[in-house]
């Protein structure tokens, strides 16, 4: 490969399978995905009433274990991840020492003195970096595993009879955060109750030589519940609708958590200092005292669609930045999700719109999330 040539993404352990199935790939952080096998709103809807199947071999995993596991993990990060006890998840970032977002995580506690983190694909090596760093002085191990796992999510309302139909583990005990081990229809899994759809489902750690065998099971036993596979292009959808933020659109380095809104995952009172503690302090004081740009939801009066950096306006003035935007299957309408002046993030505020090329398109200010599933 010369010089001027780009890496080839990489693929996954379920590539020659997506192919077979006539999904359309992309290049996304550096793999090649599924973006979608048919009909996106199809996929999506599937989600919403029956069920999904996904790959998301992506994902970065990444090892930490040790007697002090969990020193260096609340060292490293802005939560009591000390705190999470064995067979649970926490939601989580890792911020710089400015404070600024590296990555959110989902961090699973396997064992008392091993943890799983889960980085999105874009940052895995930047937070494997950072934790390698971060390690110095503690007695406790960084291991990169990102090749060590595959990862399948089965998610929407009939995901927990079809994952049942394959595996005697304790389902109806698995709280949502939560991960057991456990067999998946005679493959070895760590079975995870998490998602980023808004629905219940379901998180299935693997090794990659067993993957194949696996989708193939939850295809077979999902057939008769409606279950279908669902490539890249749904699960933004799903997410936008669920108000759940995305990696480089909601959340960056630019952003601490307060900013974003998500100061609730910081824990000041958490034993000993962490990366980013300082500023995030400041951090929060600056976000009472004058609070930030707010994230909420836009709803379209009209058919015109909002992206990613369109410029939110009122009164002719820009008072914010849409970050993701998309038609919404559920709503049936286009939404964003935009970080605007505090002044004008109430629901139902008067005059806001979006700017797409040139015409001031009126939106509806909502709260987020645009969809919540029924329990």
């Not at 943890?115 to 291991?143: C, H, I, M, P, T």
């Amino acid at each position: 490969m010369s010089s001027t040539e780009s890496p080839r993404p990489r693929r996954t352990a379920l590539d020659a399978l997506h192919r077979s199935l006539g999904a359309t790939m992309t290049d996304f952080a550096g793999w090649d995905m599924p973006l979608r096998y048919g009909s996106e709103r199809d996929e999506h809807l599937a989600v919403r009433t029956r069920a999904g199947l996904f790959d998301l071999s992506h994902m970065g995993e990444i090892t930490v274990t040790g007697p002090q596991a969990a020193a260096l993990l609340d060292h490293a990060l802005v939560g009591d991840i000390g705190a999470v006890k064995t067979g649970r998840a926490r939601y989580t970032m890792i911020c710089r020492a400015d404070g600024g977002i590296l990555d959110d995580l989902i961090v699973y506690r396997l064992a008392e003195h091993e943890y799983l983190v889960v980085a999105n694909a874009g940052n895995a090596q930047v937070v494997l970096d950072a934790l390698v760093e971060r390690s110095a002085g503690f007695d406790a191990q960084v291991r990169d595993d990102r090749d060590a796992y595959a990862l399948i999510a089965v998610q929407g309302p009939e995901s927990p009879g079809i994952l049942a139909s394959l595996t005697d583990a304790d389902l109806d005990g698995l709280k949502y955060y939560a991960g057991l081990p456990g067999t998946v229809a005679g493959v070895p899994a760590l079975i995870a109750r998490t998602g980023y759809t808004g629905e219940d489902g379901f998180e299935l750690f693997v090794a990659p030589g067993d993957a194949e065998k696996l989708w193939q099971a939850l295809t077979e036993a999902g057939a008769p519940a409606g279950l279908v596979p669902c490539g890249l292009s749904c699960r933004d959808t799903l997410r936008l609708e669920a108000g759940m933020p995305l990696y480089g659109h909601e959340l960056s380095t630019s952003l601490t958590p307060f900013d974003a809104g998500l100061g609730r995952v910081v824990k000041f009172g958490k034993e000993g200092d962490f990366v980013g503690r300082e500023a995030l302090l400041a951090a929060a004081g600056r976000a009472e005292q004058n609070p930030p740009r707010v994230l909420v939801g836009l709803v379209a009066e009209g058919r015109r669609v909002p992206r990613a950096g369109y410029p939110v306006v009122a009164g002719g003035a820009v008072i914010g930045e849409v970050t993701s935007g998309a038609p919404s299957p559920t709503l049936g309408r286009p939404i964003a999700m935009a970080y605007v002046d505090a002044v004008h993030a109430a629901p139902g505020t008067a005059g806001v719109g979006v700017d797409i090329r040139g015409t001031h398109e009126p939106y509806e200010v909502v709260a987020l999330p645009f969809y919540r599933r029924q329990k």
